[in-house]
């Protein structure tokens, strides 16, 4: 007996001549799903909410810009003949380090406008961009892509995982690892364990090397799962030597800030005066108020 089994749509919905395709619409999803983690952190810390929203603003699009890039670079024989082909997104092709890179540039020029600490930043933010990239794995899934080598159904059905899942596995009459499934539950892991380390009261910036070895290890080992790597020289999956020179740089940083005095802020250093500025804000508020009603 054959087995088929029907791949699905790619495409979410259609409104007039727009087509909106799973890839995209999940990786929005993940995107406003970090945004109202990350914003409430933010609040929490004595920052302004609206900061978050407006460094989203710029940094979204421009990690998208810089993910694609990065995977054309990369690919680029594969779009040498078609190079219009380099701006369709929604047939997949989005390398995440890409995107970290270009997120990461923007956070940097960002504190530096705002007069915000870089390393406050990125700790703030990493729990939300671990949970986009949770969820935005899942675009992967419906592109039937990022996967691995080939397995049997029973492999499939051994690890307990949802008929759905095997059957978008299976592709022209062949089952393979789901490792876009290992790394967005990979990924959650890495969230939980950044949830815990904001309690931990750990030295500013050390949240964001956390993330960058956490994600990294995970990256490594599935990454040497897949059959879709980007390549350097035909030799080296580039995601893996990207990910042992995180893992290595950021476990050196933490050292020499911590040897040379760069890092003796902590994360919750701020958490006494957070509710201070709210009730300062609030003062200021009912003071308005009470000069507005005042006022003939």
Known sequence: ??????????????????????YGLLIGIGAFLGYLLVSREF??????????????????PIAIVSARIYYVIFEWQSYIHEPLRAFAIWEGGLAIHGGLIGAFI???????????????????????????QAVGRWGNFMNQEAHGGPVTREFLEGLMIPDFIINQMYIDGTYYHPTFLYES????????I???????????????????????????????LRTDSLMIFDLLRTA??????????????????????YADTRYLDDEAEAPKKMNNGKKKNDQK????ISSP
């Open 1 to 22: 007996m054959i087995f088929t089994a029907q791949p699905y749509d790619r495409v979410a919905f259609e409104i007039g001549p727009l087509t909106v395709h799973w």
């Open 43 to 60: 609040e929490k810390r004595g920052l302004p909410k609206d900061m978050f929203a407006d460094l989203l603003l710029w940094a979204f």
């Open 106 to 132: 923007t956070v940097y020029v960002f504190a530096k406008k705002r007069g915000v600490s870089f390393w406050r930043l990125t700790d703030l933010v990493v729990p939300g961009i671990i949970l986009a």
């Open 185 to 192: 539950l990979w990924n959650l892991l890495v969230l939980a």
């Open 194 to 224: 950044l949830l815990w380390l904001r309690r931990v009261n750990l030295r500013q910036g050390e949240m964001f090397f956390s993330y960058l070895i956490l994600y990294s290890v995970g990256r490594f080992f599935i990454e040497g």
């Open 240 to 261: 893996q030597v990207v990910s042992l020179v995180l893992i290595a740089g950021s476990i050196f940083l933490i050292w020499y800030r911590r040897k040379k005095g």
């Open 289 to 292: 108020e009470k000069e507005k």
